[in-house]
């Protein structure tokens, strides 16, 4: 498989001191999620996935006052 630029790009990201959130925008079927899920399993421990288009119900877990404890149950 070929090396993407993006993939050098999320490796600096992990490494940065202080880093924020990430957001990766481009165009509909051009492997954004599949390059996310791929860097994180090879980056991290566990993974936590949600698809609120598929499951519409998982939204309420980020209303209100709440701490990333509540949001991972």
């Not at 490494?15 to 994180?40: D, H, N, S």
């Not at 949600?50 to 119900?57: G, K, P, R, S, T």
């Amino acid at each position: 498989m070929l090396k993407r630029k993006i993939e050098t790009y999320l490796a600096n990201w992990k490494q940065t001191e202080g880093r924020k959130p990430l957001v990766i925008k481009g165009i509909r079927q051009c492997g954004k999620t599949y390059i996310v899920q791929k860097f994180a399993r090879e980056n991290y421990e566990s993974v936590v996935y949600m698809n609120f288009i598929l499951e519409a119900d998982k939204k309420s877990a980020f209303t209100g006052n709440i701490d990333v404890d509540t949001i991972i149950l």
